[in-house]
């Protein structure tokens, strides 16, 4: 990894240069600093970062139409954006090629939301861990119940099996990771970290099961990858061949995964020093790292990354925004959060204060 002028954090020579090629920013939540970071290059040599803060931000959604949703402790906030109030942005004119505005939030009070995706028609799925379900935002409720296990008797506020990650396929969940099968409040914390499972969500098939502790999946080519954040591996279960390939190791928490074209982006954490959950893991505080590393999809081989060695030690889900090179975003806190109007896509307009 190369230096650079900030300390904490170094990154590869290809890992801007990957960015360029694809003409993408890479957007990631880390939940543990309380920032959502787009890291984007314009050169293909340097990289630009920008962060916002947010209270334990997790699930991170994008779709086509340049609609962005982030999770965070108590709420789902969805963002839209053009490029007319970017480049024309009061306090940073042609400064941004996209900057993303508040449009709705849901209130869900506290879920433990995990992942989140765009179906089709607006909906938005999450992962509705405390209450160990697929849910769908409402705006007549705090959560609408989707599918849930069917070893879930009811549903309570209980985490009872650590539903965490979902894997969308034609605009609908599909497929789910767990830690266990457990039926009782916390019941997985006092299981072994090999119970885990990848489930599909229209049958209720256990595709595989012993895992240790499953995150990420991601439907991609009648396969679905999918990170072992307990063992540091990153694997392949091909749906037809129903093989089970592994792809690479690292020795940190993994979870955040993108799978694009012939290369993976995945996130790594640093395991926590203070907690029961991570004991008996093989690898330790010290061994384990935090960063986005880039693999090949098929040999696993490392084709560039970034890692961080102070400030972030968690990194929770990670998303590629394609043609945007230089995004900013507005929150409620922000000046002029309020101060724009989106409408049809000749009347965008950011409105003029009236000096006081």
């Not at 650079?4 to 240069?17: L, T, V």
């Not at 749906?239 to 928490?253: N, Y």
């Amino acid at each position: 990894m190369s230096n650079i002028d900030n300390p904490f954090f170094f990154y590869s020579e290809n890992f801007p240069k990957t960015l360029k090629k694809i003409k993408a920013t890479l957007v990631f939540s880390t939940y543990q600093a309380g920032k959502l970071i787009f890291i984007s290059s314009l050169n293909g040599k340097t990289i630009i970062k920008y962060a916002k803060g947010f209270k334990r931000p997790m699930g991170i959604a994008v779709d086509t139409k340049m609609k962005l949703a982030v999770a965070s402790r108590t709420s789902i906030n969805v963002f839209a954006s053009n490029k007319f109030l970017a480049l024309s942005y009061p306090k940073k004119k042609k400064r941004y090629d996209q900057l993303f505005i508040p449009q709705v939030k849901y209130h869900t009070g506290y879920l433990d939301t995990h992942e989140i995706e765009f179906g089709k028609e607006n909906e938005l799925y999450f992962i509705n861990t405390m209450f160990s379900c697929i849910s769908k935002v409402s705006a007549e409720k705090h959560f609408e119940m989707y599918w849930k296990p069917n070893f879930i008797t009811e549903l309570l506020p209980e985490d009872r099996c650590h539903l965490n990650g979902m894997a969308m396929k034609n605009s609908k969940p599909a497929y789910v990771t767990m830690f266990d099968t457990t039926n009782t409040s916390f019941g997985w914390k006092n299981t072994p970290k090999e119970t885990g499972l990848l489930m599909e969500v229209d049958t209720g098939k256990i595709l595989l099961d012993q895992l240790a502790m499953p995150h990420s999946p991601v439907y991609f080519d009648d396969k679905i990858y999918f990170l072992l954040s307990g063992t540091g591996e990153i694997k392949c279960y091909d749906l037809k061949s129903e093989q089970v390939i592994l792809i690479a190791k690292i020795d940190s928490f993994l979870r955040g995964l993108v799978v694009h074209d012939d290369f993976l982006i995945v996130g790594t954490s640093k395991l926590r020093e203070k907690t029961t959950t991570f004991n008996g893991l093989p690898f330790s505080s010290e061994d384990s790292y935090c960063g986005i590393y880039i693999l090949n999809r098929t040999t696993g081989k490392p084709m560039g990354g970034i890692s961080y060695t102070d400030k972030i030690r968690e990194i929770f889900s990670l998303k590629l925004l394609f043609d945007v090179q230089v995004p900013g975003i507005l929150i409620e806190h922000d000046e002029y959060h309020d101060k724009s109007i989106m409408a049809d896509p000749n009347l965008n307009f950011w409105i003029k204060q009236k000096k006081k």
